[in-house]
């Protein structure tokens, strides 16, 4: 893992404030087990009950997006994640993303659904959470996103309990999100993921149980 540099640019009109770049399996969504370039930026409006990134929320660094695609190069890599934290929390993440896309690279977001995805450039493939209630920011999940989404585009329930699965089962039908790519996650170290698998199963539910391969390479180390 490389940390960003300490020096602080002279503008930040070109620059994000950026926690790590780093190098590592992605272990979730469509390419969970690819080798990826993650670039993690700071902070986050949220507070879900199982962040595993709350390292993120403070400090950082400021880096200008030559530094930042200079470091991404150096891994010779073309899947990039973008991530956080909320990486649309910084306004210029937008400019980061077109970037990365315009020098070649295959790109996708991770967010938390609670910020407008409206002017998301549309090379980018988003991963997009929906915050369910016992995540603590169900009332965070901006809605609206559902129709800015594009065919590559997966949609993320992190589940905590079987109340929770039952929420986000209700959510397939009354959100009309049946036909969409949608990834059922059990929180890391708080559901079983036999429970989860066997209830999508026993309810038919066209949707992908999914684990963390990160956190069973890693466990819940900052930067893998
Ligand atoms: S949105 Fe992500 S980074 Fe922010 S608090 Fe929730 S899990 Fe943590």
Known sequence: MERPSDSVPESRENCLKITEIFHSVQGEARDA????????????????????????????????????????????????????GEPLAQKRCHQLLTRLCDAGYRVSLETSGAIDLAEVDPRVVKVVDIKTPDSGECPRNLWDNLQHLN????????????DDYRWARSQLGSRD???????????????ELRDLAEWVLNDR????????????????????
């Open 33 to 84: 087990g690819r080798p990826t370039v993650f670039i993690r930026l700071t902070g986050c409006p949220l507070r879900c009950q199982y962040c595993d990134s709350e390292y993120a929320f403070y400090g950082g660094q400021w880096m200008q997006f030559d530094q930042i695609l200079q470091q991404v190069a150096a891994y010779h890599t073309p899947l990039v994640c973008v991530t956080g």
């Open 205 to 224: 539910l066209n949707v992908r149980v999914q684990i963390q391969l990160h956190k069973i390479l890693w466990g819940d180390v900052p930067g893998k």
């Open 177 to 191: 999100l049946i036909e969409k790519d949608v990834i059922f996650s059990p929180s890391y170290q708080q559901l």
């Open 151 to 162: 065919p590559a585009d997966q949609l993320k329930f992190v589940i905590c309990s079987h």
